[in-house]
């Protein structure tokens, strides 16, 4: 049972920790747990916390990094469908990845996406058909990219590199 919350850094900067919170409504979020980061470092950190206590509804996570100076920023929002018989928005993957030209995802009914900086600023949004969407990222400069999709069930995030 539980929830694993699990996410990467491609790298780290002055990284002191991060804080796993948790919210029933995806607006009021409490903090559940605090996990050490690396501090700096130029390679890939993974993470993970299994959430043992998270109740069977829906729920929103979110992490706040905090920097050595107290600085902090937040992740998007992700959504866990809940396991008494709520819907779950449909996983979606994007390929390839890492990618140079163009980002693929699938989808069985239209749904809204925002492709958003690491940064979580939105770069460009729109509405997908169902089946095989593929969006030009071409003119995006080389770093990591966040794919969000909107469900009416939630959303879901995805992490893309662009070389």
């Known amino acids: 049972g539980g929830v694993q919350v699990r996410w990467a850094t491609a790298s780290e900067l002055n990284s002191a ?21 690396q501090g700096t470092k130029t390679t890939r950190s993974d993470y993970a916390w299994l959430d043992a206590t998270a109740p069977t509804t829906a729920l ?13 920023t937040y992740s998007p929002v992700v959504t ?7 819907t779950a928005p449909a996983e979606f993957t994007l390929s390839p990845n890492p ?29 997908t058909t169902p089946g095989l969407t593929t969006l030009d990222v071409a003119d995006l400069t080389a770093g990591v990219y966040l794919m969000e ?5 939630g959303r879901l995030v995805r992490r893309f590199v662009k070389e």
């Open 99 to 127: 990618t140079r030209t163009t980002v693929s995802f699938a989808t069985s009914q239209p749904t809204t996406y925002v492709l958003r900086s690491v940064l979580g600023q939105a770069l460009r949004t729109g509405t």
């Open 149 to 153: 999709l909107r469900t009416d069930a």
């Open 80 to 86: 866990v469908a809940g396991r008494a018989g709520e």
């Open 17 to 37: 920790s991060f804080d796993v919170e948790r919210s029933a409504d995806g607006r009021s979020f409490t903090k559940l747990t605090q996990v050490a980061a």
């Open 60 to 72: 929103y996570y979110r992490l706040r990094q905090v920097d050595q100076d107290g600085t902090a």
